[in-house]
Nanobody, 122 residues
Framework: QLQLVESGGGLVQPGGSLRLSCVVS????????IGWFRQAPGKEREVVSA????????YYANSVKGRITISRDNAKNTVYLQMDSLKPEDTGVYYC???????????????WGQGTQVTVSS
């Protein structure tokens, strides 16, 4: 059974950095696309970034381009989300999700982690 566990969230000041990790167990990461989504208080969940298993391509939402980098270490079955120059509007619960053909839509992902809280505040 595929499981995902996120970590690395926390409280950070505006302009600060965090690195989120998503550890995948139960399967080989090589065959799965991984997406990072976030849900801010009172808002719908939205895609932040994604990495494709098929060709290694990456996606970034316009709101995070230039500030966030997604990477994957298949040997460690882990996907990372490096977040720099964080803004208060980046606050939310961050989820990673896995799917064979996942990309930017929630319905493309079959497995979800429990989420990790990111709070950007002074």
């Amino acid at each position: 059974q595929l499981q995902l566990v996120e970590s690395g969230g926390g409280l950070v000041q505006p302009g600060g950095s965090l690195r989120l990790s998503c550890v995948v167990s139960g399967v080989t990461l090589d065959y799965y696309s991984i997406g990072w989504f976030r849900q801010a208080p009172g808002k719908e969940r939205e895609v932040v970034s994604a990495t494709s298993a098929s060709d290694g391509s990456t996606y970034y939402a316009n709101s995070v381009k230039g500030r966030i980098t997604i990477s994957r270490d298949n040997a460690k079955n882990t996907v990372y989300l490096q977040m720099d120059s964080l803004k208060p509007e980046d606050t939310g619960v961050y989820y990673c999700a896995a799917g064979i053909a996942g990309w930017i839509y929630e319905y493309e992902y079959d497995y979800w982690g429990q989420g990790t809280q990111v709070t950007v505040s002074s």
